[in-house]
T-cell receptor, first 115, second 114 residues
């Protein structure tokens, strides 16, 4: 799987938007971009995923660059509960055999939210 | 919203003892996973399970580990003879068919080996 690069940490103020970047310059045409987050003392939690087009759900938005070599997770209004480690992970959407979709976690971006 | 449940939330075991960690995946999911996270470190993949057999395992998943889906709902991870270094959070995950669908994780079992 292609590698991703994220900043180690970011800070945000409560109720302000947060843009979490991820670089994936070696992404292949069939790689989906997945975002998970891990709140303190909890398991990873799915946030959002996309292939080419920008995606929105109730938790966040995912903006994908036109060349797909980078993406940005957008939290529109950060709350204290959004303080977590955010992971950007690529998964091959065509890989029905082999690894069967196991996720390779990096160190992610630790997001701190100030009141 | 359906969720993955894991029991127990905390397990304390003497070194050398066998331990079984239990998971109930989301009911219509077909792929099942175990991950672990040693305190302060990254989440690491252990094993994936599909169609009643292991489909992939990492180097961590040695002969001391085994997985089983004994009935239609439970998915278990057994560590036969625990070591101190097995102390970690263990997360179960499941996902629906098609490989780009997300995985859903449980809140984990904290395993402490004394």
């Amino acid at each position: 799987d292609a590698k991703t690069t994220q900043p180690n940490s970011m800070e945000s103020n409560e109720e302000e938007p947060v843009h979490l970047p991820c670089n994936h310059s070696t992404i292949s045409g069939t790689d989906y971009i997945h975002w998970y987050r891990q709140l303190p003392s909890q398991g990873p939690e799915y946030v959002i995923h996309g292939l080419t087009s920008n995606v929105n759900n109730r938790m966040a938005s995912l903006a994908i660059a036109e060349d797909r070599k980078s993406s940005t997770l957008i939290l529109h209004r950060a709350t204290l509960r959004d303080a977590a480690v955010y992971y950007c992970i690529l998964r091959d959407g065509m890989n029905y055999g082999g690894s069967q979709g196991n996720l390779i976690f990096g160190k992610g971006t630790k997001l701190s939210v100030k009141p | 919203e359906p969720e993955v449940t894991q029991t127990p939330s905390h397990q304390v075991t003497q070194m050398g003892q066998e331990v079984i960690l239990r998971c109930v995946p989301i009911s219509n999911h077909l792929y099942f996973y175990w991950y672990r996270q040693i305190l302060g470190q990254k989440v690491e993949f252990l094993v994936s399970f599909y169609n009643n057999e292991i489909s992939e395992k990492s180097e961590i998943f040695d002969d001391q580990f085994s997985v089983e889906r004994p009935d239609g709902s439970n998915f278990t991870l057994k560590i036969r003879s625990t070591k101190l270094e097995d102390s970690a959070m263990y997360f179960c995950a499941s996902r629906a068919d098609t490989s780009h669908q997300p995985q859903h994780f449980g809140d984990g079992t904290r395993l402490s080996i004394l």
